[in-house]
């Protein structure tokens, strides 16, 4: 199911179980991952292209979703251009354990590229001094204290997420 709310920058792709509250889709063969095994075994493969490009993949694996194969995507309205972005992000999230079976449904709708990034990096990314977040603060030209308060932000979030390694992981919202 697209879940398309205009006015986020994202656009996700759930299984219809999901929506409802009946489904966590951050899970590996029906068992949900804790916050550990979210972090040792969650990731997704990054894919690039036009708005009209993405938008036409995703929808394409919207059934896949439904049929519980692939577990999750998330990609781009636009470019973000404040990250020097000059295409459109798809993400297509699944557990490193299954990534071969997402990884060959790919290739069939013609992704070339085989990028995969844990969710481990991204996190690190987004944290303080973590790359995306420093360039995310540089491209809003914020103030020294402005930059200490996104960073303290972050660092209290990813904090929070991870607090209970044993806890279930509940995973992106939208």
């Given at each position: 199911?697209?879940?398309?709310?205009?006015?986020?920058?994202?656009?996700?792709?759930?299984?219809?179980?999901?929506?409802?509250g009946r489904y966590n889709y951050i899970n590996y063969e029906g068992?949900?991952?804790?916050?550990?095994?979210?972090?040792?075994?969650?990731?997704?493969?990054?894919?690039?292209?036009?708005?009209?490009?993405?938008?036409?993949?995703?929808?394409?694996?919207?059934?896949?979703?439904?049929?519980?194969?692939?577990?999750?995507?998330?990609?781009?309205?636009?470019?973000?251009?404040?990250?020097?972005?000059?295409?459109?992000?798809?993400?297509?999230?699944?557990?490193?354990?299954?990534?071969?079976?997402?990884?060959?449904?790919?290739?069939?709708?013609?992704v070339m590229i085989k990028a995969w990034v844990y969710e481990r990096?991204?996190?690190?990314?987004?944290?303080?001094?973590?790359?995306?977040?420093?360039?995310?603060?540089?491209s809003h030209n914020l103030s020294e204290f402005q930059a200490d308060?996104?960073?303290?932000?972050?660092?209290?979030?990813?904090?929070?997420?991870?607090?209970?390694?044993?806890?279930?992981?509940?995973?992106?919202?939208?």
């Open positions: 199911m697209v879940i398309d709310k205009p006015d986020s920058h994202f656009i996700f792709v759930f299984h219809s179980n999901h929506v409802s068992k949900d991952l804790t916050n550990k095994e979210y972090l040792e075994h969650w990731g997704k493969f990054v894919s690039f292209g036009s708005p009209k490009e993405i938008d036409a993949l995703a929808r394409a694996l919207d059934t896949y979703v439904e049929q519980k194969i692939i577990p999750c995507i998330k990609y781009d309205r636009t470019p973000i251009k404040n990250l020097g972005l000059t295409e459109c992000v798809l993400c297509v999230y699944c557990d490193d354990r299954q990534r071969d079976e997402v990884w060959a449904i790919l290739k069939e709708h013609g990096e991204t996190v690190e990314k987004w944290s303080p001094g973590g790359v995306l977040l420093e360039k995310w603060i540089a308060q996104v960073r303290e932000g972050a660092r209290q979030k990813f904090a929070e997420m991870f607090k209970y390694p044993e806890l279930t992981f509940r995973g992106i919202e939208q």
